[in-house]
């Protein structure tokens, strides 16, 4: 069972370039997250979605672009990368929003 | 969601019990008490929830106050991997956002 994974693991971007963060988890959770952890500032939510075709904006959207085309994948989209979306990147699953989070070992994004 | 405090580090002896304590003096009655912990370089991990009552696991133990305005997490038996940033949060009952609001944590540095 792999729980929750993302992928890649580490990436480095051009400022302006635009990629896709994957997320995929295999426990048939409807509710799916992304946060971004910075140093001294904690786990910030950026987007979640409570089931397929579902998502709504977390504390930090801006710059970043999700969609939820089945229960088991929630990418995350850097449209045009900047140097403030350097960052670790998490994914986080649970049955539903108030059960307990199932994280992924992070995407570490460094952009020039 | 209510703020926590908690001790930024504390040191434990391998083997020994580890009481990691956590003060949210403004809990309201439809908020959980959660305890993460987050392994150098891994995603945060679930280690146990309660709203009133204690609460134990296979991981850990969790003691809330009568009063509920502050809990510690105990682990029984500290190894050196338990050695981790645990984070006490405060989640609301049946908010829709499933957001987990992450503070600085407590560094718990367990030695042989």
């Known amino acids: 069972n792999a729980g929750v994974t993302q992928t890649p693991k580490f990436q480095v971007l051009k400022t302006g370039q635009s990629m896709t963060l994957q997320c995929a988890q295999d426990?048939?959770?409807?509710?799916m997250s992304w946060y971004r952890q910075d140093p001294g500032m904690g786990l910030r939510l950026i987007h979640y979605?409570?089931?397929?075709?579902?998502?709504d904006q977390g504390e930090v959207p801006n710059g970043y672009n999700v969609s939820r085309s089945t229960t088991e994948d929630f990418p995350l989209r850097l449209l045009s990368a900047a140097p403030s979306q350097t960052s670790v990147y998490f994914c986080?699953?649970?049955?539903?929003?108030?059960?307990?989070?199932?994280f992924g070992n992070g995407t570490r994004l460094t952009v020039t | 969601d209510a703020k926590t405090t908690q001790p930024t580090s504390m040191d434990c002896a391998e083997g020994r019990a580890a009481n990691l304590p956590c003060n949210h003096s403004?809990?309201?009655?439809?908020?959980?008490v959660y305890w993460y912990r987050q392994i150098h370089s891994q995603g945060p991990q679930y280690i146990i929830h309660?709203?009133?009552n204690n609460e134990t696991n296979e991981m850990a133990s969790l003691i809330i106050t009568e009063d509920r305005k502050s809990s510690t997490l105990i682990l029984p038996h500290a190894t050196l991997r338990d050695t981790a940033v645990y984070y006490c949060?405060?989640?609301?009952?049946?908010?829709?956002?499933?957001?987990?609001?992450f503070g600085k944590g407590t560094k718990l540095s367990v030695k042989p």
């Open positions: 986080a699953s649970s049955r539903d929003p108030n059960s307990p989070l199932h």
């Open positions: 426990m048939n959770h409807e509710y």
């Open positions: 979605s409570v089931g397929a075709g579902i998502t």
């Open positions: 403004t809990i309201s009655g439809n908020e959980y």
């Open positions: 309660g709203l009133k």
């Open positions: 949060i405060v989640r609301r009952i049946g908010g829709s956002q499933g957001n987990l609001i």
